[in-house]
């Protein structure tokens, strides 16, 4: 498995200086002839019967055994896969890739490549070389791909928390910071762009592999780059359905984070959107294990013995009032094909009345001389340099000030070309200090529109700091929001519309 190193004799989890296990000798030399290319009848030619060795191995969750030379018949249909992360085809629709083994060409292709994300990060520990990571993840993924009896691609996306931050600027001490800048993007609003962006690679990948059948994320769990994924999926669906008739695509319900109720709001959205769904419900009993033996090479994002919890429990929600006992869900669109509209959905977790709200600040203020971005404690920026070009496309002042917690600077930090043309202005830390800069801000330039950017749990206490702040977040022409791109987001495409 990709995520042991051996030394000697024994074998070491990730960067674990304690030995996960020792080997025997007889061990030791057929682990060394597993090279992924030699069977286990071959090893045994060479070692003599190897059969309780490899099964002492598999039991240890060492190795794992793959199907190789996987003959498919000529002319049997193509199915492309599409996840956002590398391992969401795996725990989604495992079970129902491992039935199509040699009778159907399976194409896995996954959005993002580029991450420095593994189950360490939760315990803080100084195991975050991007590069490396990414090549292991990478490695896990072929692995799991070859269990599923798939061919497995990649586009060259960065994971959500490493656009927020590239990899290379993130240290064991900012974790925590990290970690709360990262949760509010990956449940903001998404990029109009980026969905162009990803439809459009799609796009080519799609015309690459031709499918029969193509599988596409439901975007259940709030996920930015799930919702990203689904988003660009269905802008290139109406072209896809005219140039390539009989294509199907196929709504795959996100495991494990699938519910009831999430899944309901998911089908409600789309049936919004003029597609008509019909539910398929694919019984897994018969590849429950092996699906488990794929999800398991993922051993550097989490336990298997901990993962199998919850995909038993998504498999179960799903086969309720089936008659079976384990099933995987997707949905497949049978009705019209929509109009390729990217953004009703794609910003649901905009809050209400968001759209209107910012485009009635802008066209009111796209003439001003100056802005200020303020940026508060509990504040987030999002991806700066879009939002930094998204704010100059939208308005022709010739000076962006940003007032910002100092906690929140770290986010302009490797952002490259975006921040020296404005002026950054780091607020104070101490309660009074940030009090009497953020009035001067107001009393100071009346008229100057402002952002306000912030949880509203800084200025919901009954604290003398909340009072004060939202009286002043009162005053002038300002506008409040939880992230940068909840504003940016909404800005009406470019400044001409607004200025006619």
């Not at 999430?262 to 699906?291: F, M, Q, W």
Request: hydrophobic residues 45%; aromatic residues 6%.
């Amino acid at each position: 498995m990709p995520h042991f190193r051996r030394v000697g004799d024994d074998l070491y989890f990730l960067s674990s200086t304690r030995p996960a296990y020792r080997l025997s000798a007889e061990e030791g030399e057929v682990l060394a002839r597993m090279d992924g290319k030699l069977t286990v009848s071959d090893i045994g030619r060479a070692c003599g019967d190897v059969t309780g060795i490899v099964e002492r191995l598999v039991g240890a969750g060492l190795v794992v055994l793959a199907p190789r030379n996987l003959t498919v018949p000529s002319g049997a249909p193509r199915l492309l896969v599409i996840e956002p992360h590398m391992d969401d085809a795996a725990l989604s629709v495992g079970g129902s890739l491992l039935h199509r083994i040699g009778r159907c060409n399976i194409s896995i292709l996954a959005v993002v490549r580029e991450s420095n994300y593994t189950s360490y990060i939760r315990l803080r520990r100084d195991y975050l070389d991007i590069g490396h990571i990414t090549k292991l993840r990478h490695a896990e993924s072929e692995l799991a791909a070859r269990i599923l009896g798939a061919d497995f691609r990649c586009l060259d996306w960065a994971d959500a928390p490493n656009r927020l931050l590239p990899g290379e600027h993130w240290t064991v001490d900012a974790l925590p910071e990290i970690g709360r800048a990262t949760e509010a993007f990956i449940h903001g609003p998404i990029y109009p762009d980026d969905v162009v962006q990803l439809a459009a690679e799609l796009e080519a990948v799609v015309s690459d592999v031709a499918p029969d059948e193509l599988w596409v994320p439901l975007a259940v769990g709030d996920h930015i780059d799930h919702r990203l994924t689904h988003e660009a999926a269905l802008l290139i669906w109406p072209m896809l359905r005219s140039s390539r008739p009989g294509l199907k695509l196929c709504f795959y319900e996100d495991v494990p984070y699938a519910s009831e109720a999430n899944v309901g709001e998911a089908l409600t959205r789309l049936k919004s959107r003029g597609l008509l769904l019909h539910r398929i419900c694919e019984p897994i009993a018969d590849t429950y294990s092996r699906k488990l033996d794929a999800v398991g090479t993922y051993a550097s994002q989490f336990k298997r013995d901990v993962i199998q919890e919850r995909i038993r429990t998504s498999a179960t929600r799903a086969a309720s009032g089936e008659n079976t006992a384990l099933c995987e869900v997707r949905y497949e669109v049978v009705g019209p094909a929509g109009e390729g509209r990217c953004l009703s959905s794609a910003n649901a977790a905009l809050r209400p009345n968001m759209h209107a709200s910012v485009e009635r600040f802008a066209r009111t203020n796209v003439r001003a001389s100056a802005l200020s971005v303020i940026v508060l404690p509990s504040g987030h920026l999002g991806e700066w340099p879009k939002d930094l070009a998204a704010l100059r496309a939208a308005f022709s002042c010739t000076t962006i000030t940003i007032l910002i917690a100092r906690n929140v600077v770290w986010q302009l930090a490797g952002r490259g070309g975006g921040v020296t043309p404005v002026v950054v202005q780091p607020l104070p830390a101490s309660t009074a200090g940030l009090i009497l800069r953020l009035a001067w801000e107001v009393l100071r330039h009346p008229a100057r529109p402002r952002v306000w950017v912030h949880w509203s749990a800084v200025v919901e206490g009954r604290s003398f700091k909340s009072t004060v702040i939202r009286k002043l977040l009162s005053l002038g022409q300002s506008i409040q929001v939880r992230t940068l791109v909840d504003f940016t987001a909404a800005i009406p495409a470019r400044a001409e519309a607004m200025r006619d």
